[in-house]
Antibody
Framework: QVQLQQWGAGLLKPSETLSLTCGVH????????WNWIRQPPGKGLEWVGE???????NYNPSLKSRVTMSVDTSRNQFSMNLSSVTAADTAVYYC???????????WGQGTLVTVSS | EIVLTQSPDFQSGTPKEKVTIACRAS??????LHWYQQKPNQSPKLLIR???HVISGVPSRFSGSGSGTDFTLTINGLEAEDAATYYC?????????FGQGTKLEI
C-alpha cells in the first residue's frame, strides 16, 4: 500500500520561504510524477507543480518564479520550496502521486501552512 | 490554461435520489478528466479516472461519462456518506487544472 507522509513548517512570516518534504512509502518511486497541490482555506484545489525521479520539473506558470522542487531518490522523498510567501499562499499543501496524463491517485495527509506577520 | 467549470456549485439531495454534477472544459480534452470526492478535513479521494473508469473500491453507485468538453459525474442512489465536495480535474495539458467544486448536501 502506497503512503505519502509530508512534513514542514506550518507558520511563516511574509517574505519567508515555505519548505515541505514528502516521503513515499510502499510502491515504486520511479515512473511517476510527484506533485504538490494546494488548497486555500474554504477554497478549491490549485496545482503547484510536479517533479519526476530524474529531477525533471513542471511548474504552474502563476507560481513558477517562486517555486523550486527537488527529489532524493535514495530516500524516496521529494520537496518543494516556495519563496517570498504572502498571506495569499496560506493553504493546505498536499503531496500527490501522479503520472503524465494521470490523476492523483495517492495523496499525503496535507499540511496547513499559514503566512502571518 | 484549460478552465473547468462545474455546475451546480451547490446541490442538495435526499437518500436514494439520483444526482448529476457537470464539468465543462474550455478546450477539448479527450477523456483526460477525473473526479475526486473531498470530505471536510480530509484529502481528496479519486473516484473516477479518464472520464468513466471507476476506481477499485468505489461504490458502484458512482459513474462518469463524457468526452471532449462535457463530462458528468452521476451518483445513482444517494447515501448519507456521499455528502462531500466533488471536484473535476483535467490532466490533458499542463498546467493541470481543477473545477471550482460542487458541494453536495444530503
Amino acid at each position: 500500500q502506497v503512503q505519502l507522509q509530508q512534513w514542514g513548517a506550518g507558520l511563516l512570516k511574509p517574505s519567508e520561504t515555505l519548505s515541505l518534504t514528502c516521503g513515499v512509502h510502499g510502491g515504486s518511486f520511479s515512473g511517476y510524477y510527484w506533485n504538490w497541490i494546494r488548497q486555500p482555506p474554504g477554497k478549491g484545489l490549485e496545482w503547484v507543480g510536479e517533479i519526476n525521479q530524474s529531477g525533471g520539473t513542471n511548474y504552474n506558470p502563476s507560481l513558477k518564479s517562486r517555486v523550486t522542487m527537488s527529489v532524493d531518490t535514495s530516500r524516496n522523498q521529494f520537496s518543494m520550496n516556495l519563496s517570498s510567501v504572502t498571506a495569499a499562499d496560506t493553504a493546505v499543501y498536499y503531496c500527490v502521486r501522479g503520472c503524465r496524463g494521470c490523476p492523483g491517485d495517492y495523496w499525503g495527509q496535507g499540511t496547513l501552512v499559514t503566512v502571518s506577520s | 490554461e484549460i478552465v473547468l467549470t462545474q455546475s451546480p456549485d451547490f446541490q442538495s439531495g435526499t437518500p436514494k435520489e439520483k444526482v448529476t454534477i457537470a464539468c465543462r472544459a474550455s478546450q477539448t480534452i479527450g477523456t483526460g478528466l477525473h473526479w475526486y470526492q473531498q470530505k471536510p478535513n480530509q484529502s481528496p479521494k479519486l473516484l473516477i479516472r479518464s472520464a468513466s473508469h471507476v476506481i477499485s473500491g468505489v461504490p458502484s453507485r458512482f459513474s462518469g461519462s463524457g468526452s471532449g468538453t462535457d463530462f458528468t459525474l452521476t451518483i445513482n442512489g444517494l447515501e448519507a456518506e456521499d455528502a462531500a465536495t466533488y471536484y473535476c480535474h483535467q490532466s490533458s495539458s499542463l498546467p493541470v487544472t481543477f473545477g471550482q467544486g460542487t458541494k453536495l448536501e444530503i
